[in-house]
């Protein structure tokens, strides 16, 4: 994330959930799972933390500038909608 860079577009959802399935089932335990989820979210803050806020971006082909808020709030809202599947299933 550099100013004006282009970074790669998003992924297609359904083809990244299905990678995602056949990477976690090499986890013995959810607890291993977890624990590895929370080291890559430790790196990714400490990765965007040496970022300036007012660095400027887009994604893929979009022509939409984002900063370093405005693509953490795309995290924020993503994990945010999985955190409500999660707490419905456990419902």
């Not at 976690?24 to 929370?38: H, Q, R």
């Not at 995290?75 to 999660?86: A, S, V």
Request: aromatic share 8%; hydrophobic share 35%; proline share 1%.
């Amino acid at each position: 994330m550099n100013q004006g860079a282009v970074l790669i577009s998003f992924p297609d959802h359904d083809e990244h959930n299905s990678e995602a399935i056949q990477y976690i089932s090499a986890f013995n335990t959810t607890s291993s799972l977890i624990d590895e989820f929370v080291e890559k979210r430790r790196q990714l803050i400490e990765t965007i933390s040496g970022i300036d806020n007012d660095v400027k971006f887009t994604i893929g082909l979009g022509k939409r500038q984002f900063t370093v808020e405005k693509y953490l709030n795309i995290f924020i809202n993503h994990d945010n909608h999985h955190l409500k599947q999660i707490e419905e299933r456990l419902s």
